[in-house]
Antibody
Framework: QVHLVQSGAEVKKPGASVKVSCKAS????????MHWVRQAPGQGPEWMAI????????SYAQKFQGRVTMTRDTSTNTVYMELSSLRSEDTAVYYC????????????WGQGTLVTVSS | DIQMTQSPSSLSASVGDRVTITCRAS??????LNWYQQKPGKAPKLLIF???GLQSGVPSRFSGSGSGTDFTLTISSLQPEDFATYYC?????????FGGGTKVEIK
């Protein structure tokens, strides 16, 4: 069965960076694209980025261009999302989500990682 | 970016009721529309893909319809475990975008 397990909660100061991991199991890692989606308190989900684990190519939402970097490690079936220059508005739960067989449909999600940005 | 607008933003219903949630896209997205259910403190769960495809394991009381700009999620007979927030999401183009959500509460 497919599992996506994310790293634990983080507390960061404004201006710092955070790196969240997502370890995949139960399927062939390089076949399915992975997305990052965040959700601020009381808000709807917001798409951030996508990576093709096979070749490592990425695409980022314009809003996060220059601040977000998505990488992967095929030896451990893990994807990473690093967000820099953090501000209070980045306080949110960050999810990794696998893209299923239907284009850009997010069929499996990680449990979420709360990132709190506070001075 | 494609804007997704859901209505209503919340509704109250009783167990056994038929519930309908609508989602409108700011431009045509063909059938590239997905529906998710989210319970407090949990990740979203895929219910419907490609406007009307039922995700494996999802009860058949959930159904989706529509194409172009207007879409509907229907719960034919609301069950206690269905009280949650529902989101639509377009998968037509990047950036993927979500609706603002519809919270289904107990009447």
């Amino acid at each position: 069965q497919v599992h996506l397990v994310q790293s634990g909660a983080e507390v960061k100061k404004p201006g710092a960076s955070v790196k969240v991991s997502c370890k995949a199991s139960g399927y062939t890692f390089t076949i399915y694209h992975m997305h990052w989606v965040r959700q601020a308190p009381g808000q709807g989900p917001e798409w951030m980025a996508i990576i093709n684990p096979s070749g490592g190519s990425t695409s980022y939402a314009q809003k996060f261009q220059g601040r977000v970097t998505m990488t992967r490690d095929t030896s451990t079936n893990t994807v990473y999302m690093e967000l820099s220059s953090l501000r209070s508005e980045d306080t949110a739960v960050y999810y990794c989500a696998r893209e299923g067989d239907s284009s850009s449909t997010l069929d499996y999600w990680g449990q979420g990682t709360l990132v709190t940005v506070s001075s | 970016d494609i804007q997704m607008t859901q209505s209503p933003s919340s509704l109250s219903a009783s167990v056994g009721d038929r519930v309908t949630i609508t989602c409108r896209a700011s431009q045509s997205i063909s059938s590239y529309l997905n529906w998710y259910q989210q319970k407090p403190g949990k990740a979203p769960k895929l219910l419907i893909f490609a406007a009307s495809g039922l995700q494996s394991g999802v009860p058949s009381r959930f159904s989706g319809s529509g194409s172009g700009t207007d879409f509907t999620l229907t719960i034919s007979s609301l069950q206690p475990e269905d009280f949650a927030t529902y989101y639509c999401q377009q998968s037509y183009s990047n950036p993927l975008t979500f609706g603002g959500g519809t919270k289904v509460e107990i009447k």
